[in-house]
């Protein structure tokens, strides 16, 4: 657990913050974009390395201590750039390159530490045992954001933003070369590697149609480019349009945060009861909902109670995700699995990234200025990203979620039921999904 708590504490004092420190930088609306789905998309390539080391070698802890180590020791230079005197263009393209090893580190991370820890957890716990460390996580992601927001606010007020900034990476660099120390500490179990359990990429996809998993890698992959849309620029319609402070952008991020790891251990008994499968559609559903909500208003607390609803269904949706792969695919299989869903992720992140840029370009939202004047307030163009987002989550839904299938012996329940069970936790996300569900079963 104590490795998942520091590296949250990285994310919260660090990673959550590298669309602000390019906002503050005078990032534009493209190298917010890039910022948030070109350094995911080229750390694929580095899961790639990662495996091939995996199948080499046989061992997982080593690399993993060494990758976390590097990737603590990159935000230093992050930390630092803010001091340079350099036009804010040339500081935001040194960012994005420094993110890109970043996030290569945290790529080459994910299969050596998805295959180590889904050889330690029983299937029969994974669903108990990752609910109850998100929400160890949850709390200090939560914690260490507030601290950060705070101390980001402060600096504002004595305008010292660069100090500031310097100082939430600086925790953030601590706090990672602490997770690399607890990691080093992991068991690692030897490996049974066969050679029918190396595939290459083009055999991913050529089986594609017949394979389960890979029917819900696209699922999955499809929902994230709606998601991303409009997800890298809730920051910039924050901070730049509304006029948030430091302050009011932190808590309405917490609040999404705490809506997420507050229900994480219960989310987590319904998935190893009914499936990750019942969870992902119950889930996704409530996930449409999640941006239709900024269209309502732009109100602080207003958007504090979207942000509450959206951590709520964003907890379930995660957590099913993430939990149907370790069914989906064996051990063996794992690293190489894991490598290729990130890249077909990756792929429609920075397709959907920089598809939501163009649509905020003249050429799209001048015409939808006369058109759609409701969902252009503040002279924004980026709510009606946002419902765009939402109808194509709604259109997605309904076409992948009846194409693939639960992979365990689990107990049945119906939708409604299940939907009751959830409203018990919190009715208002409830009542929501019944509506919805209610609307798909007519469908």
């Not at 230093?76 to 970043?102: C, E, K, M, N, R």
């Not at 101390?151 to 500031?164: A, D, H, K, N, Y």
């Not at 319609?237 to 917490?254: P, S, V």
Request: with cysteine.
């Amino acid at each position: 657990m104590r490795d998942g708590v520091a590296h949250a504490v990285m994310l919260g004092s660090g990673e959550n913050y590298f669309s602000v420190y390019a906002i503050h930088l005078q990032a534009s609306v493209l190298q917010i974009g890039f910022l948030s789905a070109l350094p995911p998309f080229l750390s694929t390539f580095f899961q790639f390395g990662a495996v091939a080391l995996i199948e080499r070698l046989g061992k997982r802890r080593s690399l993993l201590v060494t990758s976390a180590t590097a990737q603590a020791l990159l935000l230093l230079p992050i930390a630092v750039l803010g001091s340079f005197h350099l036009p804010g263009q040339t500081l935001v393209s040194v960012l994005i390159a420094i993110v890109i090893l970043y996030w290569g580190a945290s790529g080459f991370i994910a299969p050596l530490w998805t295959s180590l820890i889904g050889d330690l957890v029983p299937p029969e716990q994974r669903g108990r045992f990752f609910g109850r460390r998100n929400v160890y996580i949850g709390i200090a992601t939560v914690s260490s954001l507030a601290l950060a927001g705070l101390t980001l606010e402060l600096s504002r007020v004595f305008q010292m933003e660069s100090i500031g900034f310097a100082i939430i990476f600086g925790v953030a660099l601590l706090a990672r070369l602490y997770s690399a120390r607890c990691l080093s500490q992991y068991p690692d179990p030897k490996m049974d590697l066969s050679p029918e359990h190396r595939f290459s990429l083009w055999d991913f996809l050529r089986r594609s149609h017949h394979s389960n998993f890979a029917r819900f890698v696209y699922f999955q992959a499809s929902m994230n480019f709606a998601v991303f849309l409009a997800a890298p620029y809730f920051a910039v319609y924050m901070l730049r349009d509304l006029g948030f402070n430091y302050f009011q952008f932190t808590l309405i991020t917490l609040a999404s945060l705490l809506a997420q790891f507050l229900p994480m251990h219960y989310w987590g008994q319904i998935s190893d009861s009914f499936g990750n499968k019942k969870v992902l559609t119950i889930s996704g559903a409530g996930v449409i909902l999640a941006p239709i909500l900024w269209l309502f208003s732009s109100n602080f607390y207003w958007l504090i109670f979207a942000q509450l609803y959206g951590g709520f269904v964003w907890a379930g949706y995660n957590l099913a995700t993430a939990n149907f792969m370790f069914d989906a695919v064996s051990p063996p299989k794992r690293a190489r699995c894991v490598a290729y869903q990130s890249l077909v992720n990756a792929i429609m992140l920075l397709l959907g990234s920089l598809l939501g840029a163009w649509l905020t370009g003249p050429r799209f939202a001048e015409p939808m200025r006369d058109l759609l004047p409701v969902f252009l307030s503040h002279g924004s163009e980026f709510p009606m990203l946002f419902l765009i987002s939402g109808g194509l989550r709604l259109f997605l839904l309904i076409f992948w979620v009846g194409r693939f299938h639960e992979v365990r012996t689990v107990e049945q329940i119906g939708h409604r039921e299940l939907v009751f069970r959830i409203s018990h936790l919190r009715p208002i996300a409830g009542a929501t999904f019944g509506f919805l569900m209610g609307r798909q079963r007519r469908r």
